[in-house]
């Protein structure tokens, strides 16, 4: 049995830390929704804070929105001190960032582990999920096991910030196709062509894969339930953007992704969240179908 903290039990999170608890592991949970937190209430010890699952705890996963979040709160986890701990993120952080946390954690007795997600909420609850995984060798030794409790596999790729940077190559295409079929079916609509006739043309051993099958269902049916959020998706995006910018290269594909996610964010209200696929949604708009 591993002291194993779990931050952020949201739609990737909770299903993680179920997984993680019937592995046999004894879990300090926390998130700042007192609701998601008292999900697991009787199956793990609902820390007041991030600090006292710090203490509690031996490794760490971080299930977390952006790499802002990340940094201020390995800043705190930092000054209280980490020797002996291993930090085990799995939210898609920008990877120089991670970079330096590890260098940082490392510096001071601690190990870092990058490992973000493939695929969605059904896998994080089903413990199949997808994972690849940056960080020292004997680091990612160490979780081993973790892994396992919440992924069918994962692939060690490298140093640490390397997870992170696959992470963002994965979200660059299937992003990116997720919104060129949120714009294929409202232009066809508006050609005369129905959804439905475009997916039975579509659907072959050509664009037979996972992102084409989830998000071909939302746009066939107009259903833009909330699985994967617009500001995630922009977020994500917006890390690759900074990528291109630091290698003084032009976006090309990348800006219009952008504008499209741009657009679509400002139809969220307040207190509203979006899904990604309600990018189709606002192409009807445009094409005034809708």
Known sequence: MKRVGFIGLGNMGKGMCKNLIEAGNDITAFDVNRTALERFEGRAVLA??????????DYIFFSLPNSNVVESLVSRFLEKGMKGKILVDTSTSYPPSTRRLAKAIKEIGGGMVDSPLLAGPAEAESGELLLVVGGDPED????????????????????????????LAVNFCSLNEALIFAQLYPVMAKCGISPETVYDCLNNDIFDN????????????????????????????????????????????????????????????????LDFSHAARTMYEFLGLR
């Not at 990612?140 to 992470?167: C, E, R, W």
């Open 140 to 167: 990612v030794a160490k979780v081993d096991d973790l892994l396992a409790a919440i992924s069918k596999s994962y692939k060690h790729v490298g140093p640490s910030g390397n997870g992170h940077l696959m992470k």
């Open 48 to 57: 007041a804070d991030e600090m006292e699952v710090l203490e509690n705890s």
């Open 210 to 273: 996972w992102i084409f099958r989830f998000y071909s269902e939302k746009y066939v049916q107009e259903n833009y339930r909330l699985d994967f959020a617009m500001q995630l998706g922009l977020k994500d995006l917006t890390y690759m953007k900074r990528l291109y910018e630091e290698m003084n290269i032009p976006g090309f594909l990348l800006d219009g992704a952008l504008d499209l996610c741009r657009a679509t964010m400002k139809e969220q209200k307040e207190g509203e969240v």
